[in-house]
């Protein structure tokens, strides 16, 4: 069977913890892995609503995703966690409890996240039309020492992904990419 | 891979769920099988903090336990949820939302379980001490037309736990014993 593991991203709104969570889990289902992607909205709307963005309910909220994502690690499913999570001591708390995490820290900065704004919540946020927005008027603990860092500021899409299926394959929690592999034993 | 699939009690309090559960969890791993199960109270610590025992709190609590139950099950693994589960709208819910469903009611006459009352529980629901309890000052919907129905009043437990591992060998949702298998093979 499989190892399970949770691959725990984080990072500010509209950095591009989703898109990246959606092609790592895409890759790693083409090798024959069985992903669950835990996505913020989705968590909300199945397993806490009601729930809203103070600091209280927001860790409550990544709680239960780190919940959900050890029985889903410890049955042998690969966990991926795309909610801003922006507490560190949270995030902790779920990798204690969680054991196999590895985190993913999706760097970009505020400038260039207002620059970007596809959704328009930093305008927003930043004329304080938007409470609690992370980043702008609720804080952000960036990772002290996170397995993986991308700058989505800096590198392409691409280039992050590789910078995660490098750092899995290294590690043994993924098998090499097949293709790749045969690729490599061609050249010997 | 196994094929993934939820295995569901239902019924009432002190009734034999969760023993029941946990002999089912532990032959199935014997078996090779990944096995997760939901335990009523544990969920409610940790995906349901806060939530009370009005209808209302009740239904968000069990399509909680669905929406895990579902996650485990479309990634190859047995989810065994052992909640009372009293209204067979939210079981039918949480049934068309995760598919692979296999329902088992657990029967026993609230006059068998006022007898035993091992926790006290019944006593103090029928002196009208504790509310909201299902059987006695709340409601309790059996199953119309479940796969499994066991009987914890005339059946014993050994009895029980065959039923429904008959059920599920029959269905080819577990492997055969491999031990009984062997034997078998031995008589031709």
Redesign the interface.
Known sequence: ?QRGFTLWFTGLSGAGKSTLAEHVAAELRRRGL???ILDGDEVRT??S?GLGFSKEDRD?NI??IG??CK??T????VAISAAISPYREIRDYNRAQIGPFIEVYVKCSIEALTRRDVKGLYKKALAGEVKNFTGVSDPYEPPLNPEIVVDSERQREAESLRAILDYLERHAWIPQDPSRAETAQRRV
Chains 1, 2 share one sequence.
């Open positions: 069977m069985q992903v669950e199945n397993l609503k409550t709680k239960r919940y959900v029985l889903l410890r049955n042998g499913v």
